[in-house]
């Protein structure tokens, strides 16, 4: 079994400024780990994966992620947010082998100008 | 990725009717899901599509509240039967490849569904 905590509901940052989404799972397997981003009105988007290859994960639009086992943490980064990061932003966490996708509640994530 | 089309986008229903959702994908494709994500929550799997026969269910989500058909590796349809207030909510197909490494699964818009 399979579980996810993301840490905060919310996150408010200015433009220009880091991001940071934190992440926590836990697993019986070596797990697969994601991140997906959820804008108004759209369906999921793919950011990054983790499949045990390198524990840095570099994604789309600037974002990037780092599997730390030790700590069962896969915490999302982005060194300048903009003002189109404004979404949801979903970890999620998969069995090896498995379909069965575990959604954590989502961080919504607000750009200030 | 493959591109996934799914309709209608949005709708408003009256309660006791039923909806049918359409996922057309333009490649073939091992895998398919339905999920639920009602307001201001994360998702939930309600089934696999499988093509060629009866989908599989998750518990909580039965075949005669949401019939599903797959009948190729490209399209699948989802229904919600008797729809009341309570069914409101984005509806989204997924998609995925089975392989070495775990592929990520693939979402469509969703459909956006409110119940009168």
């Known amino acids: 079994a399979q579980s996810v905590t993301q840490l905060d509901s919310h996150v408010s940052v200015s433009e220009g400024t880091p991001v940071l989404l934190r992440c926590n799972y836990s697993?019986?397997?070596?797990?697969?780990l994601f991140w997906y981003v959820q804008h108004p009105n759209k369906g999921l988007q793919l950011l990054l994966k983790y499949t045990s290859a390198a524990t840095l994960v570099k994604g789309i639009n600037g974002f990037e992620a780092e599997f730390k086992k030790s700590e069962t943490s896969f915490h999302l980064t982005k060194p300048s947010a903009h003002m189109s990061d404004a979404a949801e932003y979903f970890c999620v966490v998969t069995g090896a082998g498995s379909y069965q996708l575990t959604f954590g509640k989502g961080t919504k994530l607000s750009v200030i100008p | 990725s493959a591109v996934i089309s799914q309709k209608p986008s949005r709708d408003i229903c009256q309660r006791g009717t039923s909806l049918t959702i359409q996922c057309q994908v333009d490649?073939?494709?091992?895998?398919m899901f339905w999920y639920r994500q009602q307001p201001g929550q994360s998702l939930t799997l309600i089934a696999t599509?499988?093509?060629?026969?009866?989908?599989?269910?998750e518990s909580g989500f039965v075949i005669d509240k949401f019939p599903i058909s797959r009948p190729n590796l490209t399209f699948s349809t989802l229904t919600v039967s008797n729809m009341s207030p309570e069914d409101s909510s984005i509806y989204l197909c997924s998609v995925q490849d089975i392989g070495a490494d775990n592929q990520p699964q693939h979402f469509g818009d969703g459909t956006r569904l409110s119940i009168l």
């Open positions: 599509a499988n093509q060629g026969s009866e989908a599989t269910y």
């Open positions: 697993s019986s397997y070596s797990p697969s």
């Open positions: 490649s073939q494709v091992t895998m």
